[in-house]
Every structure is written in C-alpha cells, then in structure tokens.
C-alpha cells in the first residue's frame, strides 16, 4: 500500500515538473528539458528528480541554472500540487544521460563508415 502511494505521488511531481519545464524552455528556444523519473523518499522529504536535456552541450549550463533556482522551481511545483500534497518534498535534480550512453554503445556497435 505504501508503495502505491509513493509511486501516485512520484508520478503527479514528474507530470507537474514537466509541464514547468516545458513552459520554461518555450522562452530558451531549441531546448527540451524532459523528466526522465522522479524518485520520492519513503518518508516524503526528498525528491530525486531525473531530468534529460537536448541538445547535451547545454546541459552543464542548464543544469546549473536549475540547481540555482531549485527554491523557485519546488514553490511553482507546490502551487500545482497544493490540494493533492498537504508537505511539499525537497527536489534534488540530476543528469539523466541514459540517451547520451545509448547514442555511444549504438555507435560502437554500428561504426558509421
């Protein structure tokens, strides 16, 4: 039962983290930010938050700018969520360079002639 829980709330932060990054990066031009998976404490404090960035030459930077407006970003994510979640959890956001990994490996694999 506990699990449901986390993986409910999990799954509304990533839909709601989103659609903030979504409407943010409509301002960069050329940038997608996509949350790739949200991971929630048991206890609901903290939330690990995947994010994958394209173009990946950017993602140092952009990164970075994110890190620097964490408290912004989990207050915007607390507005959307306010009458589903009565504690908003911490964010902690991460580099998810999966794609990044699997463009490699492909490339080893399938060596362009």
């Known amino acids: 039962?506990?699990?449901?829980?986390?993986?409910?709330?999990?799954?509304?932060?990533?839909?709601?983290?989103?659609?903030?990054?979504r409407l943010e990066t409509a301002k960069?031009?050329?940038?997608?930010?996509?949350?790739?998976?949200?991971?929630?404490?048991?206890?609901?404090s903290?939330?690990?938050?995947?994010?994958?960035?394209?173009?990946?030459?950017?993602?140092?930077?952009?990164?970075?700018?994110?890190?620097?407006?964490e408290k912004s970003l989990r207050y915007a994510l607390a507005q959307k969520v306010r009458y589903q979640l009565r504690k908003m959890p911490e964010l902690r956001f991460h580099l998810d360079d999966s794609l990044d990994y699997i463009e490699r490996i492909d490339n080893l694999l399938h060596p362009k002639k």
């Not at 449901?4 to 839909?15: E, H």
């Not at 960069?28 to 609901?44: A, K, Q, Y």
Request: zero cysteines; proline letters at 3%.
């Open 1 to 21: 039962m506990e699990g449901t829980r986390i993986q409910k709330i999990s799954r509304l932060l990533q839909k709601e983290l989103s659609e903030i990054f």
């Open 28 to 44: 960069l031009g050329g940038v997608i930010v996509s949350v790739s998976e949200v991971r929630v404490s048991p206890d609901l």
């Open 46 to 69: 903290i939330a690990h938050a995947y994010l994958s960035i394209f173009p990946s030459e950017r993602s140092g930077e952009l990164m970075d700018n994110i890190n620097r407006n």
